[in-house]
């Protein structure tokens, strides 16, 4: 049988370690056929790298590594051609800062094929490295992870750098521009797509094909392709997990299906796949291998809805094009990560501009988000509040809703006040949503839209359902909402009892001031 392979990236191990390839060669076979300088845009971990390894074998003539794919008699491996792979992620710039690190990977293409270049400047360099290779043939320039060194500095303390390094990027990327003769093929892969980087201002004939439906699955899986060739994988985890197939494959799907670049096409994360299968057990695997740490504190300070972020927010195609260091945008870099993805697509009729419907992609990016987010808003370790959602949830089991507020008291009361925002509201209403929809989808029905508005909370156990209404002015009011926009009516014909909650939040005291709770009887009857 032949082995997983969780974590190479590098094509020729695939056959030298028997390890299973997932066949894309057909539409890398595309990409490469109908045209020449691309760019693609993906999240971290989902196969870009291999992408760019497996063009770099196919260039360079390697067939014996593609026996048994769709391109090893569609393409002609003796018509070869030299390589320059830039990969970021293996270049000390950390260490050595951008500028010092890309010129040490000149020196080495310098020796490599030994020419002098008394050009200085990074940019001069690379072209007289490009123009000198490709004089006799064009060379194929492959850039993985261009923006890497922009993208590890977007917290505001280090923003600084990311702007320096732009600056050095900028530069060398432009040598490019008036090397068109000497380059047979430009592949550049990324996860954001920043403007002011000479790729993308100067390049005028570069192909994005991140949205692209013909290129939609050039990296990330089919359930079909999983199926097709990791079939005993598959058989090994429902033994151990002692499931069938069909639930398996719905429960991979729940977790970790669902990116889309076309809204129409959706794929699994690789990644997440291939750690399921090895170790067999469910789990948050993907987003733990890398913290969004910038991203919640974005959300937090620029005081994002975080309820929209699972609504299906509506952006036009236009917004995921590009944005700047100057004016980042948090949803076009929430999309480009992968912590959001396309669902739906609407065509206008009138101008057929297109607009998309985002929000996150599976439960495993959904639930991880929330865990992240919590900790950002309460600074509570990730750990301990996991503690205190099963507290929460045994309480409202338990039909103890004192037990249940004095707990979500008690998660206020420990929020630091250096993290609290000016308007609380916002806040408030924030920690709470985060709060219900970590505790169980299949308990809580949070912001539950009805044909009068919406509901700040439904709350289901086996004997009750309670509905809650958060206000930061009085419990009468959180109330009286609750009864003038009827957001017990679903609820009507359920044999459960029915309870409504209002619970009203305190300015000065940064927590719950009071809660109040009545059935239905005396909700209608009341006068207020």
């Known amino acids: 049988m032949k082995k997983l392979g969780l974590g190479t990236q590098e094509f020729l191990n695939f056959k030298k370690e028997n390890l299973i390839y997932v066949d894309k060669t057909e539409v890398i076979h595309k990409l490469i056929d109908e045209g020449r300088y691309y760019f693609l845009s993906r999240p971290r971990r989902f196969g870009k790298s291999l992408l760019v390894n497996t063009l770099e074998a196919i260039f360079e003539g390697n067939k014996e590594l593609f026996e048994d794919t769709w391109i090893y008699d569609k393409w002609d491996f003796e018509d070869q051609y030299t390589v320059i792979k830039i990969p970021f992620a293996s270049l000390d710039y950390e260490g ?7 010129n040490n990977f000149l020196d080495e293409l310098e020796l490599e094929y030994t020419f002098k270049n008394d050009k200085k400047s990074l ?5 007289e490295i490009i123009k000198t290779i490709g004089k006799e043939k064009p060379v194929v320039i492959l850039v993985d992870e261009y923006d890497k ?28 521009k008036d090397c068109d003769k000497y380059i047979k093929m430009l592949f550049i892969t990324g996860v954001s797509k920043f403007s002011k980087v000479s790729f993308f201002s100067e390049l005028n004939n570069l192909t994005d094909i991140t949205l692209d439906e013909n290129f939609s699955q050039i990296v990330g899986w089919t359930e079909q392709e999983i199926i097709d060739n990791y079939s005993e994988y ?10 069938t197939r069909a639930k398996l494959l719905k429960t991979m799907k729940l977790w970790y299906d669902g990116y889309s670049w076309d809204s129409e096409n959706f794929v699994y994360n690789p990644y997440s796949v ?9 789990s948050n695997y993907w987003f733990n291998t890398g913290t969004p740490t910038f991203l919640t504190k974005q959300i937090r300070e620029n005081k994002i809805d975080v309820k929209e972020l699972e609504d299906s927010l509506e952006r036009i195609e236009g917004s995921f094009d590009s944005y700047d260091l100057d004016n980042i945008d948090i949803y076009t870099l929430l999309f ?9 697509k609407t065509v206008n009729p009138e101008d057929l501009e297109i607009t998309y419907k985002i929000s996150y992609p599976n439960k495993e990016v959904k639930d991880s988000f929330y865990d992240y987010l919590i900790h950002e808003f309460t600074n509570e370790p990730r750990s301990a509040f996991l503690t205190k959602t099963i507290e929460l949830k045994k309480a409202l089991e338990n039909n103890d809703v004192d037990r249940f507020f004095l707990i979500l008291k008690a998660i206020y009361s420990n929020i630091p006040h250096t993290i609290f925002l000016k308007e609380n509201e916002y806040y408030y209403h924030t920690v709470i949503y985060i709060i219900l929809k970590l505790m169980n989808a299949e308990i809580i029905d949070a912001e539950k839209q009805t044909n009068h508005g919406r509901i700040d909370a439904v709350i289901f156990t086996k004997q009750k359902i309670f509905i809650m209404e958060f206000k930061m002015s009085t419990v009468n009011a959180a109330l009286k909402q609750i009864k003038e926009k009827k957001y017990y009516e679903p609820y009507l014909d359920d044999e459960r009892d029915l309870f409504c909650i209002g619970v009203a939040f305190g300015e000065e005291e940064r927590n719950i001031k009071e809660y109040k709770i009545q059935t239905i009887k005396e909700l209608l009857d009341t006068n207020e």
């Open 234 to 243: 598959l058989t090994a985890t429902e033994k151990k997990l002692n499931v």
């Open 336 to 344: 480009q990560a992968g912590y959001l993805t396309l669902k739906e």
């Open 274 to 282: 291939l750690t399921l299968l090895q170790k067999k057990k469910f």
């Open 123 to 127: 940019k001069d360099r690379f072209k």
């Open 96 to 102: 050595l800062g951008v500028e010092k690190a890309l």
């Open 149 to 176: 060194p922009i993208i590890d500095y977007l917290e505001s303390k280090t923003l600084d750098k990311a702007y320096e390094n732009r600056a050095v990027l900028k530069n060398f990327y432009s040598s490019i």
